[in-house]
Each structure stands twice: as structure tokens, then as C-alpha cells.
């Protein structure tokens, strides 16, 4: 798990609701790796952390900015495009 994973599980963990980001937006572009089953499922709850999320699977190599740049730009645009047309509400108003 990545740092940013381990902090948002964090997050997850010590919250006592399911969404501890609200409804900030989220993206979340990942590789499916078939070494490990639980990826996908820890992508799956990483996306859950929000109520204005999604979460978009792509086959691609370990340097996926190198391997599938268009994915990452995709992903990039999605987030644009849910701020624009569905801007956090609640984010900021305590958080933590």
C-alpha cells in the first residue's frame, strides 16, 4: 500500500462514518494487478471514502504514467470535470 493508501485507510479507520471525505471530489485511476486480489478491493474502498467519487481500472504496467499517459490525463479530467459540475458541499466543515 502507498502512503497516500495507508492514510486514507487511516482516515477510514478512526472515522466512525463510512464517508469520512464527504463529498469531495474524487478520482481514482489504478492498475489491476493479478499478484494481488485485495488491490482492487483497497482501490474499492478508497473510492467509498467519498460520496462524490469514482474510480476508473486500467491494464498497465507498474510505471503507469509512462505506460498508459492517456489514462492519467483521462482521470485528470474526470476530477475537472466533478468539480465543475459537482463541487464539494461539505468538505472542510469539520473534517476531523
Known sequence: MVISSAILNFTYTIKSTPTPL????????????????????????????????QSFEF??????????????????NALANKIKSNPAQFWGTALF
Do not use: C
Open 59 to 76: 491494464t498497465t504496467g507498474h510505471y503507469f504514467p509512462f505506460h498508459n499517459p492517456t489514462a492519467i490525463v483521462s482521470g485528470i
Open 22 to 53: 464527504k463529498d469531495l471530489p474524487y478520482i481514482n485511476i489504478y492498475s489491476s494487478y493479478v499478484e494481488d486480489p485485495e488491490w482492487s478491493n483497497r482501490q474499492t474502498l478508497m473510492t467509498s471514502l467519498s460520496t462524490n467519487s
